[in-house]
């Protein structure tokens, strides 16, 4: 069983769906037993970092997801959820993530060309860094999936296994260890999101 973590922040229904469509049963939840009795975790988010961290904490899941990476539970943060895996990010002000991943978040606005539109919306190419991660098992490098970001994951090369060209390469995916993180939304990504999904459900 999957535990899609409720906070309050995050597209869960639509997460629930497609977890059902590759036939693996996902439940929405914020009960920590639950949590704890599932296989694996998928931390979602959409909206800004200060609210979502702030929400985490209030309802004690940042403290779960913790003490369940820490058990090498396999983790999946999506999109602003992949942002909380990190140390500190710098979205209007400065806040600590769950530091489960190396690096920082910063607005994209600092390295892409100017004049091109923010926040980052649509449909781009994975680039496959080094040796191909397991939740890609299923792809291709060079498949497309859909990004809604303005703010990227940096000072993360060590964790990178993946990035999308939007005039510079930034980061589309990390790992370490058992924790893993999407930019983009596999939610939404088509075929391409389902096998990234049914790859993460057979580690």
Not at 65 to 83: F, R
Not at 144 to 162: L, M, Q, R
Not at 163 to 184: D, I
Request: proline share 2%; with cysteine.
């Amino acid at each position: 069983m999957i535990a899609i973590i409720d906070y309050g922040v995050g597209n869960l229904f639509s997460l629930k769906s497609s977890f059902a469509s590759i036939g693996v049963e996902a439940v929405v939840t914020q009960d920590r037993e639950t949590i704890e009795k599932s296989e694996k975790i998928i931390l979602p988010g959409v909206g800004a970092f200060g609210d979502a961290i702030a929400k985490l904490n209030e309802t004690t899941m940042a403290e779960v997801v913790k003490s369940e990476a820490s058990k090498g539970k396999p983790i999946m943060g999506i999109c602003l959820g992949m942002q909380l895996l990190f140390d500190k990010s710098y979205e209007y002000g400065e806040h600590d993530g769950l530091g489960l991943i190396k690096g920082e978040i910063r607005y994209i606005g600092e390295v892409i060309d100017k004049g091109l539109k923010i926040p980052h919306i649509g449909w781009n190419a994975l680039k496959f860094t080094g040796e191909k991660s397991k939740i890609f098992k299923y792809l291709n490098d060079g498949d497309f999936v859909y990004f809604v970001h303005s703010y990227y994951g940096t000072d993360c090369i060590e964790s990178t296994i993946a990035t999308a060209e939007y005039s510079v390469p930034l980061t589309a995916a990390v790992c370490k260890n058992n924790v893993y993180g999407c930019q983009f939304h596999p939610e939404k990504s088509g075929d391409v999101g389902l096998k990234i999904l049914k790859a993460f459900c057979e580690l």
